[in-house]
């Protein structure tokens, strides 16, 4: 399992009225958290003015480290005093006291993505081709994205971005495939991911290009509306015909 961290950040405006954009004193604990088991976890508490970090606890050190001449000086102070002491105790209350809420909160959970398979237009290369494969709205981070062509992967003329985070803790990645059709062929994404009981695959359909494709659908469900359209009116009709209505 990859490391995830749990951070809970308390931002405190020391003055608003200074005539500049104001000093910031922030204070950022975190639990890092490496394994279901608690094994190898970590505190770290971090404090902050005006964006810089100035001195940190961390539970591995065991102690307070300075980066600045004030962080030093603090650091020092405080390793021989109460502070001390309350940050070696906060691993066991803060961390492995929330651990088992924030697993069945954020980390147990899976979102399956959504997976979008479209026909791009390629950089001027030595293909005249160009598909996409797109996932959106997965969590957790780890996936894999691969291409397949008549049911083996290809690796040449593959580009593909990281996970991209969305923001509101889900990710969407792309990958690219430059290619030259040939008749016959079957060229596929596989989306592998937790949250996924099996790899999923995803063909494309060249028969018709996209746009197409868009028009028919749009076609079909206009044919479907106004087939319902019509024996509604008829079940209208014929009720009011036998004074029913």
């Known amino acids: 399992m990859s490391m995830s961290i749990f951070c809970v950040s308390l931002t405190l405006v020391l003055s608003i009225f200074s005539g500049t954009d104001g000093y910031f004193e922030q204070v950022v604990r975190q639990c890092r958290y490496s394994s279901k088991d608690l094994q190898g976890i970590e505190f770290i508490d971090s404090y902050v003015f005006n964006k810089a970090e100035y001195v940190r606890f961390n539970s591995t050190v065991g102690k307070y480290v300075g980066y600045t001449e004030l962080g030093v000086k603090n650091a020092e102070a405080w390793n021989k005093g109460p502070e001390l002491a309350v940050?070696?105790?906060?691993?066991?209350?803060?961390?492995?006291?929330?651990?088992?809420?924030?697993y069945r909160a954020i980390l147990d959970k899976t979102v399956e993505p959504h997976v979008r398979l479209s026909s791009v237009a390629p950089p001027s290369g030595r293909h005249p081709a160009m598909l996409m494969c797109s996932a959106y709205d997965f969590y957790p981070k780890p996936i894999r994205v691969t291409w397949l062509r008549d049911g083996r992967e290809v690796k040449s003329d593959v580009t593909s971005t990281e996970e991209l985070a969305n923001g509101d803790w889900y990710y969407q990645i792309h990958s690219h495939l430059e290619y030259t059709p040939r008749s016959g062929e079957k060229i596929s994404c596989m989306v592998e991911h937790i949250s996924l009981t099996e790899p999923m695959v995803y063909h494309w359909d060249p028969s018709l290009p996209e746009a197409e494709r868009n028009k028919i659908a749009i076609g079909a469900s206009g044919l479907v509306l106004g087939a319902i359209l019509a024996l509604a009116g008829l079940i209208y009709y014929k009720k009011k015909s036998s004074g029913v209505l």
């Open 87 to 102: 940050e070696l105790g906060e691993l066991e209350r803060f961390c492995k006291h929330n651990a088992d809420l924030h």
